[in-house]
């Protein structure tokens, strides 16, 4: 008589194939659709983290129609020096997470992990803040060469000034 077998198990099976390849460079197959529990548009209440050699790391919004093509497009599209193995996705609930980055003290590392801010922005963000003696609220950061309202409504719930 055959047990029943833990989901758990299944799952760790099911990412162990995803892993094996992504390393042995199977990237000419069908695209990964992800698939979230609540699949209301109107609602983003997850966000992914899009790192490793991508032009423009950070936290994006997840929607239930994202594919991973999708994800690294948002990310500006893969380093043209690396291969698609060098990617790391982390999907978070930001609304399980009280913490925010607080653009007064954050060093330019963290910043670049907030959606559309790169390594050039995350500096002009650092020098502002020092030329002005800190930001007195997070609309503030839109005087901020490079920064407009576009960037500003994707992280200005995901940043404070306050300790």
């Known amino acids: 008589m055959l047990?029943?077998?833990?989901?758990?198990f299944i799952v760790a099976i099911i990412l162990i194939i995803f892993n094996l390849f992504s390393f042995t460079g199977c990237v000419n197959q069908q695209e990964i659709l992800i698939t979230l529990a609540?699949?209301?548009e109107d609602s983003v209440t997850e966000y992914v983290y899009?790192?490793?050699r991508v032009n423009n790391p950070g936290f994006y919004p997840l929607k239930s129609?994202?594919?991973i093509k999708s994800l690294l497009n948002a990310a500006g599209g893969i380093d043209s020096d690396s291969?698609?193995?060098q990617i790391e996705l982390t999907i978070?609930?930001?609304n399980n997470t009280s913490q925010k980055i607080n653009i007064n003290r954050a060093e330019a590392w963290l910043l670049q992990a907030l959606p559309g801010i790169g390594e050039t922005r995350a500096n002009a963000i650092i020098q502002y803040?020092?030329?002005n003696d800190g930001f007195k609220n997070t609309d503030e950061l839109l005087k901020v060469d490079g920064?407009?309202?576009s960037t500003f409504d994707h992280i200005k719930s995901l940043i404070t000034v306050n300790d």
């Open 92 to 94: 978070n609930n930001l």
């Open 38 to 40: 609540d699949t209301s």
């Open 83 to 85: 291969a698609e193995h």
């Open 50 to 52: 899009v790192g490793g």
């Open 3 to 8: 047990k029943r077998i833990p989901l758990i």
């Open 129 to 131: 803040r020092s030329d």
């Open 147 to 149: 920064i407009g309202e």
């Open 65 to 67: 129609t994202d594919s």
